[in-house]
């Protein structure tokens, strides 16, 4: 009978992009992809909750979740992988495509090539050309994936082009990354090369794998190499470390870009999060101190002067803390020093005309420094920062500024304005299971960011309580329901019924138990 069937319906793969086509034709001239878009990015996302950014479930899950087991799918698979080996072809292939498109590939891979490479009757020689077809003619990531790491098994220069192509892909960089040092020859070269191509989970994967072996890998790790477009505190202490940051800030004077590189560095290292940060690193003292001595020269711009408020919130830390770092290479009259450096540069008459310009900014990493460094320095910039929004109302970040008060009556005239300028009807669809993320969440981003405000002002806010509580992201139905613990009035039955209905149609059954508490408590005072 499948005979009768097309063969794009029997074989996955036909009549589909390959991936590695796809990204040799997204290329421009410079060898850089265009954008991180897969053939199968429809496919593969459908029916899940969430879309990744390429390589970010990868990338997360590497860092942060342990292993699964999957020693079903992994035995499957051994067995499905050794057929097509022994009998390579069409119909082998199809069922382990098949197979391959069904499991989260990163938490078999490990199990399933050591399992692979010692079952008996597996014939190398077409392992290696059945891997290097899923490579090459994969329209599934998962296939790549799995051809990619399989040839990483094999030490040969055949595949060198295939992987460093599909490499420049975030999606496919920890496979590219594994299998270029496993399997081809100058294996650091390669990875730093295929590093300046990457910007996201790719370069993460990267750098933490390139050895500094040269002076121009040391360079470009404390200048560059720990920029990326997920977290740089992923990458500041490895690139810190590794390029030895501490002898390059000795030299007499720097130039810009070490300066530069030096300053995110430490506020990436100051910042802390996913990986080692400043208390991680064994030079830090050093660092600040000789990184200030160029400061005192060197720092002309407010992203430069967003680092000194940073070391400044560090340096004045409590005393506690700091006992435990004067045994690692800090001393009291250093830390004393630097914070009399910071003071002397933060308090520079210029900054007061690239504040009040970078507040007029457009380019939101000038404004940021400008709204930083304006705080920092007790300037009142909320009536600028609502002007700016009424023009732009999507701003996610002006929003966030201007809801960030504390007085009333400010934070009525940003209510007053969002319930009129937000699409509220495109938030209150009805509850549902969504996180919010991605294209068309905008609106219901934004209404967590004055959700969450709300418990400080009491009676302030109730349309967009309402809003919130008929929303199908359950983020914004907890920060409706926080609003409302923090408030100690009765409410009105208008809204009671709001809070009855909700309980009724809430699918998730924490926020429903939230709701139903809430109803419980609120029996006593006036109403709203």
């Known amino acids: 009978m499948l005979r009768f069937f097309r063969k794009e319906a029997l074989y996955p793969w036909m009549r589909k992009p390959s991936i590695y086509e796809y990204i040799q034709n997204n290329m421009d001239e410079t060898g850089h992809l265009r954008d991180n878009t897969l053939p199968d990015d429809e496919e593969f996302w459908e029916g899940k909750g969430i879309r990744w950014v390429a390589g970010g479930l990868d990338g997360t899950f590497s860092h942060h979740v342990a292993g699964g087991n999957g020693e079903a799918n992994v035995r499957e698979l051994v067995q499905l992988i050794a057929k097509q080996s022994r009998k390579p072809g069409n119909k ?40 290097y077809w899923m490579a090459e003619n994969g329209a599934d990531r998962n296939v790549v994936k799995l051809g990619m790491a399989i040839l990483g098994q094999f030490q040969t220069e055949h595949h060198k082009q295939l992987v460093m192509t599909l490499g420049k892909h975030d999606e496919f960089t920890l496979y590219a990354a594994v299998a270029i040092q496993n399997s081809l020859n100058d294996a650091n070269s390669l990875l730093f090369e295929l590093a300046r191509f990457a910007k996201r989970w790719g370069k993460i994967h990267l750098v933490e794998r390139i050895e500094p072996a040269t002076s121009e890998i040391k360079d470009w790790l404390i200048r560059n190499g720990f920029r990326n477009d997920v977290m740089d505190e992923y990458l500041a202490c490895i690139c810190a470390r590794n390029g030895e940051l501490h002898l390059a800030l000795e030299s007499e004077r720097i130039d810009s870009a070490l300066y530069e590189g030096a300053g995110g560095i430490i506020s990436a290292l100051l ?18 101190k000789q990184y200030l001595r160029h400061a005192e020269r060197m720092c002309s711009t407010l992203s430069q002067l967003v680092v000194l408020f940073d070391l400044v919130d560090f340096l004045n830390q409590d005393e506690e803390r700091w006992e435990s770092r004067y045994q690692t290479g800090w001393k009291a009259e250093d830390r004393e020093s630097l914070q009399k450096i910071c003071r002397s540069i933060i308090e520079r008459e210029e900054w007061s005309d690239q504040i009040q310009s970078g507040l007029q900014s457009g380019v939101p990493g000038e404004r940021y420094a400008a709204i930083r460094a304006g705080k920092a320095l007790g300037w009142d910039i909320w009536p600028i920062l609502f002007e700016q929004l009424q023009k732009d109302p999507l ?54 960011v004055l959700l969450q405000s709300l418990d400080r002002f009491e009676g302030l806010g109730v349309s967009l309580i309402k809003t919130g509580l008929k929303s199908p992201v359950v983020n914004n139905r907890n920060m409706a329901l926080r609003a409302l613990e923090g408030w100690t009035a009765r409410w009105t039955d208008t809204l009671r019924e709001n809070l009855l209905e909700a309980a009724a149609k809430e699918p998730d059954n924490g926020v429903k138990e939230r709701i139903e508490k809430l109803l419980q408590q609120n029996n006593e005072g006036n109403s709203l």
């Open 92 to 131: 082998a292939r199809r069922e382990t495509y098949v197979k391959l498109m069904q499991v989260d590939i990163l938490s078999v891979i490990d199990p399933l090539l050591e399992a692979l490479l010692k079952e008996p009757g597996v014939h190398l020689e077409n392992l290696y050309n059945e891997a």
């Open 271 to 288: 910042a802390g999060g996913p990986a080692e940060d400043i208390d991680d690193y064994e030079h830090a003292a050093t660092v600040v």
């Open 395 to 448: 701003n996610y970040t002006l929003f966030f500024e201007v809801m960030n008060t504390d007085e009333r009556e400010r934070a009525q005239a940003v209510v007053s304005f969002a319930e009129q300028a937000l699409p509220l009807s495109r938030v209150a669809t009805g509850p549902a299971d969504e996180l919010g993320i991605g294209p068309g969440f905008e609106p219901h981003r934004l209404l967590s």
